[in-house]
């Protein structure tokens, strides 16, 4: 399995392998695979493993996504003589106000949402591009592992991680095919799980690593891939719409990208600070694609594939401490997404390359990162424009206005505006003033949430443990329906929560195997009593250039 030498030690009365190596890197996405590819280039005999959910690197990667190319030029000098499959030179962009029958185009766009010099990509593919590169370099990609816990010393150090377990049963037996999760020990861990990484969580928490930060603070990007027919897309053309099918206290755009080949990526973004009880992220996403203005593009058309992710939008004073003993935090992981640009992956990939040029330096000592990821670029990007998201919470229209005021000042405002976490604030029923949704008679495919999910492709095993744990369901059944009408029911985009009436009463239903591993549910739940824990490795929403 490895040129490492491997060894077996027994643990909680089970055999496991170990294996160690100097690095071990947890998610394959552009933070997790721009270090290890840097890391390796600065020093070829670190030993490096890089641990992948998925069944294939790329398969549960979802961005929008336009990418600045500098920190990948600096990564891969030559890369764009072999571009990844997906690539189309950014050409015009369009921003745009919509009500439910128009809208209007802005005479201007916003400067971070200028795109001259960008490129449209599928990150998914362009992390399955990127590692086989990593590969040559040396690096250890291992697919179809899920991180299921880290490894501590009795002093709190990370030793490494632990991959889950294989062939458990629902019920926790172990089933004829079982296969003992191994123990992957390594000088240091680095976690580059993306927004709301499950392990993260668990050591922010245990290490408190956001003492002196704000609240993290999310959003929830719902995306399709459609071929449309001949003759409507304009490759390189970028639109960007901001008002409905949002009202003006909850914040929500669109994107729509045109690629080669008569495919448009188009998507939803939904804040996850939302107020309004009855909102249902997924359901404003198939309103916005059956406005006048974009219904016309896909009429006739297939959707190729479908999904959906949290994205981190805290920003700078939500970032935490990205260092502790054995291990460091990268891209989306530490919260390093630029909001008004909507974009993340050269901020992952600048991190990333940040953080192995640390450690080759360091000895692989962690010490010193954090300091260091502050003072860069990537730090003072996100300090400019960490007032504009936040303004959003008093408003659209106070929002757009201080955009343009911090937009205006490089974000030299003498303040700092603050936070508080999405899962308060949310009203309660008969609390909220009820918005008018003014929504539309939908046509175009899909035509629910159950057939979205048939185009994520996603695949679990129900007989394992359920992965969506909820300390206590009599709550849902009690409180949350009383307080707040159950809304797991309508932020989940793939229907995975569901409340039943049967002989035996009402009870929450998980359908565990329709989730997409958006983390929403982690992110929202009001109660904060739902726990999103990995599956069996390879499990999972199987995305094609998302």
Known sequence: M??????????????????????????????????????????????????????????????????????????????????????????????????????????????GMRNHGNFIVSLGAMCAWLAPQAEALGVEIYAGFAAAETLHAEDGTVLGVRIGDMGVAKDGSHKPGYTAGIDIKAKVTVLAEGARGHLTKRLVKRFGLDADSDPQSYSIGIKELWQVPEGRVT??????????????????????????????????????????????????????????????????????????????????????????????LVGDTAGLLNVPKIKGTHQAIRSGMLAAEHLAASGLQPAGFDAKLRASEAMTELKQVRNIKPGFKKGLWFGLANAAWETALGGASPWTLKGKPDWSSLDKVGEHEQPKHDYLDRTLAPRDRLQGVYFAATEH??????????????????????????????????????????????????????????????????????????????????????
């Open 2 to 111: 490895t040129e490492h030498e491997a060894s077996t030690i027994a643990t909680d009365a089970v055999e496991r392998d170990v294996m160690e190596y100097d690095v071990v890197t947890v998610g394959a996405g552009p933070s997790g695979l721009a270090f290890a590819i840097r890391l390796k280039q600065l020093n070829p005999e670190i030993s490096v493993c890089v641990i992948e959910k998925s069944s294939t690197v790329g398969a549960h990667i979802l961005s929008g996504a336009v990418i600045e190319p500098g920190p990948l030029d600096a990564l891969l000098p030559g890369w764009r003589d072999n571009p990844p499959p997906v690539c189309v030179p950014a050409g015009e962009d369009e921003f745009w106000f919509l009500t439910k029958d128009g809208g209007r185009k802005f005479p201007v766009v916003p400067p």
């Open 235 to 328: 490759p390189g053309k970028i639109v960007h719409t901001l008002g409905w099918p949002a009202d003006s206290h909850t914040y929500g755009g669109s994107f729509l990208y045109h690629l080669q080949n008569n495919q448009v990526a188009l998507g939803y973004v939904s804040g996850l600070d939302y107020r309004d009880p009855e909102y249902k992220p997924w359901e404003a996403f198939q309103q916005w694609k059956n406005h006048p203005t974009v219904k016309p593009l896909l009429e006739g058309g297939s959707i190729l594939s479908a999904g959906a992710r949290a994205i981190v939008t805290g920003g700078w004073q939500s970032l935490p401490k990205v260092e502790m003993p054995g291990a460091l």
């Open 461 to 546: 095993d129900e007989d394992q443990p359920v992965h969506l744990k909820v300390a206590d369901t009599s709550i849902c059944v009690e409180r949350c329906t009383a307080e707040y009408a159950n809304p797991c029911t309508r932020f989940c985009p793939a229907g995975v929560y569901e409340m039943v009436e049967d002989a035996a009463g009402r009870r929450l239903q998980i359908n565990a195997a329709n989730c997409v591993h958006c983390k929403t549910c982690d992110i929202k739940d009001p109660y904060e009593i739902i726990t999103w824990v990995t599956p069996e490795g390879g499990a999972g929403p199987n995305y094609q250039n998302l």
